[in-house]
């Protein structure tokens, strides 16, 4: 276990050190690197550390989710993602689609915590937004009620 | 006419120069069948998203299949005058790419 924990903290750093020597946004080197494993998992914890080599997350109340509470139709589901600090990276994953991790972005400097898109949902679903900002890992959590599925339509 | 593939908007705002843009794409997930033939319709999605103002990047975006159809994306940055120009590009899974640019306003 201590060896695993080990490894998942130096392939972290490694991205991070990766990231920052890069000048942190060079956009050919992020198309190169479609986190296709992140989007690939099935789980929630498997798609955060594929992402950010981290699955820890601290709750934070400086994280607004604007949703629907019921959507009606889950093939386009209206969020905005919006954050008081100073976030470098901001990922959306919903729990119950077949791959949670749904959209994540890399925010430049001058980039305000904001972000908004619109998402598909299989069900019912907790939509969970991870930030990161100054390293580390904040999220918070919101249910999402779907009448209609996304996935099939 | 040819469907545009990019529409954005861009606006200041108190300061801060607010982007909305909307993009033409199927976005299948893979997951979908076709209900004829029974058979899956292969994923085809926007995959990267690459924001720029004066060569700076603002924002990249990974999306997964799980964005809608005909994605929408707005966000917000600093830094930016009316007049500037605001670059949108997208790459999909299938090597499509698309790029358009707007003024803000």
Known sequence: MKRRTFLKGTVASGVLGVAASAGLLMPRMVLAAWPKAAFDATKIDDGLNALYGSASTAASGDIK??????????????????????????????????????????????????????????????????????GKLYSAKRKIKVTIGGCGG | MAKKKIRIRAKMKGGVAEVKALMSHAMETGLRKNKKTGKKIPAHFIQDVTCTHKGNTVLVASWGPAISKNPYLSFKFKGAAKGDTVTISWADNKGGKASADAKIG
Request: aromatic share 2%.
């Open chain 1, 65 to 134: 989710i604007k949703a629907p509470d019921i959507a009606e139709n889950g093939a386009v589901v209206p969020i905005t993602i919006s954050t008081g600090m100073k976030a470098s990276s901001i990922a959306v994953l919903i729990e119950k689609n077949p791959s949670p991790l749904t959209c994540s972005y890399e925010l430049g400097g001058d980039t305000v915590g904001f972000v908004s898109c619109r998402v598909k949902m299989g069900k019912t679903s907790d939509l969970i937004a991870v930030v990161k900002s100054g």
